[in-house]
């Protein structure tokens, strides 16, 4: 079964670093793009962006280019979501998510992992 | 970037009723359009992708349907497990965007 487990939720604050972790299993992980989305009761669901696992190939959104760094350990089977200094409005769940089909950016995602609450608040 | 819209925000319907969701993209995004759903507290779940084909495990009550840069899901015999939201999503142009979502509540 595959299978993508998220880090649990987690509270900081704000100029703070993060980084969040997608553990996959059940498939070649190197074998499909792996996703990240925000979900805010105010703007629903965001595409943040997609790595390549087997080169660590990113594709960012330009709302989050330059906001977070999404990258991959291949050798761990895990995806990251990364930020710096984080803001108040960084507060979301945020869900990891595997393309369906091996090898294209062309593609929806399944499945999900369960998503992962941050909380930014001085 | 693409923006897609879904209609109506909120449905207010009853278990046996059949419902069409709908979604347009600002331009075309060919078949590139997945459904999904979420039920409260957990994660989204495919329901439809190439904007008619329905995932594993999908129960045949629900079907997608294209006409130009509209997209329509429709559930039918409504079931209590299919409340909760529904989000599509275009995956033919960058960045990828997600339509802000219908809620389906029990009326």
């Known amino acids: 079964e595959v299978q993508l487990v998220q880090s649990g939720a987690v509270v900081k604050k704000p100029g703070e670093s993060l980084r969040i972790s997608c553990k996959a299993s059940g498939y070649t992980f190197s074998n499909n793009w792996i996703g990240w989305v925000r979900q805010t009761p105010g703007k629903g669901l965001e595409w943040m962006g997609l790595?390549?696992?087997?080169?660590?190939?990113?594709r960012y959104s330009p709302s989050f280019r330059g906001q977070v760094t999404i990258s991959a350990d291949k050798s761990i089977d895990t995806a990251y979501l990364q930020w710096s200094s984080l803001k108040a409005s960084d507060t979301a769940i945020y869900y990891c998510?595997?393309?369906?089909?091996?090898?294209?950016?062309?593609?929806?995602?399944?499945?999900w992992g369960q998503g992962t609450l941050v909380t930014v608040s001085s | 970037e693409i923006v897609m819209t879904q209609s109506p925000a909120t449905l207010s319907v009853s278990p046996g009723d059949t419902v069409t969701l709908s979604c347009r993209a600002s331009q075309t995004v060919l078949t590139n359009l997945a459904w999904y759903q979420q039920r409260p507290g957990q994660a989204p779940r495919v329901l439809i992708y190439?904007?008619?084909t329905r995932a594993t495990g999908i129960p045949g009550r629900f079907s997608g349907s294209k006409s130009g840069i509209e997209f329509t899901l429709t559930i039918s015999s409504l079931q209590s497990a299919d409340f909760g939201v529904y989000f599509c999503?275009?995956?033919?142009?960058?960045?990828?965007?997600f339509g802000q979502g219908t809620k389906v509540e029990i009326k």
């Open positions: 999503q275009q995956y033919n142009d960058w960045p990828r965007t």
């Open positions: 998510a595997r393309h369906a089909r091996v090898g294209t950016t062309n593609d929806w995602f399944d499945p």
């Open positions: 790595v390549w696992p087997g080169d660590s190939d990113t």
């Open positions: 190439d904007a008619t």
